[in-house]
């Protein structure tokens, strides 16, 4: 009987450890979800935004050149969104300007995103500035809220104002991506 005794009380202190464990293991996921959240990065296989098929909602934005734009004035293009401090934005910035540069409609065709304090979006604007129309705007601004924007890099190719691809491959012609 002692032994019995024994095992039901070494299985309940081996149990309530392990709950324990599992809440830490929890505890410390969750301060790594809401830091990955801090930093822009997408969780998981979600769309960073707008679908293919899809158009932006109504929004207005000033250029750094102090041009204004709105959704009835999107047509075709390139539109990418960046934020400062993002190693795969700055990966991926060089690609998307050898693709703007490229673009048939030239820079007006192309918009660059810069989503950030803009003493630190400073830098990254002035380089995309030679080939788009570049907006700095602060997290949840028209342009991010208007194409549903959640990480970065964000790049998606419209036509006729419409979502055509998300994230296109800039190193061919920019066409092919997930399509609609």
Request: hydrophobic share 45%; proline share 7%; charged share 25%.
């Amino acid at each position: 009987m002692l032994s019995l005794t024994f095992a039901v009380v070494f299985f309940a202190a081996l149990s309530a450890l392990n709950l324990l464990l599992t809440f830490g293991v929890i505890r410390r996921l969750r301060e790594h979800d809401e830091a990955l959240a801090s930093e822009g990065v997408a969780r998981g296989p979600i769309s960073r935004m707008l679908s293919p098929g899809e158009a932006p909602s109504e929004f207005t934005a000033v250029d750094i050149d102090g041009a204004a734009l709105s959704r009835d004035e999107l047509t075709a293009g390139l539109v990418s969104f960046f934020t400062p401090d993002c190693q795969p934005c700055e990966a991926r910035l060089p690609e998307f300007m050898r693709a703007a540069e490229r673009e048939p409609s030239g820079r007006a065709g192309v918009l660059a995103v810069v989503v950030g304090d803009p003493v630190d979006a400073e830098p990254m604007s002035r380089a995309l500035a030679p080939v788009a129309r570049v907006f700095i705007e602060m997290p949840g601004g028209a342009l991010t809220t208007a194409f549903r924007v959640s990480g970065y890099p964000a790049t998606c190719r419209l036509d006729r104002g419409h979502i055509i691809a998300v994230e296109p491959d800039l190193a061919e012609d920019g066409r092919s991506g997930r399509a609609a």
